[in-house]
């Protein structure tokens, strides 16, 4: 077996390793929400559980995750809460991109943007929002409409404004206290760079990723996935490369 497959292997065990721990410590994390929202009388904290349920359900239960966004933007638009409906409206992209519904992916993105610029609520610093969440402190409230909206534009190949909105939310990041979404936003840039080929670039963003993932004992099995990526497609371009050098066709 050559290097290059033993690293590609080795990362694949590392990416099924993570997703059974993320998996343990969704299902805790889902229990949890689930029984704030059944004892709480607090509308603000209903909004912030249901839509703690909305991104924990994002992956392996799409319909769940619509289910609380809604109701989380519902309640939000009801007591003409602001700051929950940016958020909902944000989280909802996630759903709403699983489903393969681009156009209401970007529709909720928009939204959800240009709320938070009409009542200059880029950034919150609500601090009964991190209990939900350790994204939720300082939380850049549109931050996840920008990352699913660069998704989307990654889905469509359209590299170049899947790369600026990403760069939107690693700015407003870096301008505040803390970056909570900073990993997200180094991640998602690192796969538009890897679906563009620009490899180099796409191991420095992930890579970055992983540093502050790890800092934070928080595991992200798509990080690992787009660094085997890397690592494969980096392979084959030097196998391709040595081949041309020595004059003859790849295998």
Known sequence: MTEMKIKILNLTVLLLLVSGACYAQTKEEVDSL???????????????????????????????????????LKLARKIDYIPGQILALAFLTGPARQQGDYPKTLE????????????????????????FDFAFQTYVLAGP?????????????????????????????????????LPYGYMIIGEAYLLSNQLDSASYYEKKAVKIFEKRNYNEPAVYQYLGEIAMKSGITEHTLHSKCRGSDPD
């Open 34 to 72: 689930k029984s704030i929202l059944a004892t709480t009388k607090d509308d603000t904290t209903k909004i912030y559980a249901q839509i703690g349920l909305c991104n924990r359900y994002r992956v392996g239960n799409n319909d769940s995750s619509m289910f609380y966004g809604q109701q989380a």
């Open 108 to 131: 909720l993105g928009f939204k959800a943007i240009q709320l938070a610029q009409e009542h200059h609520l880029e950034r919150s610093k609500d601090v009964k929002m991190a209990k």
């Open 145 to 181: 409409a920008l990352t699913n909206m660069a998704e989307v534009y990654i889905n469509l190949k359209d590299y170049p404004k899947a790369i600026n909105s990403i760069h939107q939310l690693i700015s407003l990041e870096l301008a505040g206290p803390s970056d909570p979404g």
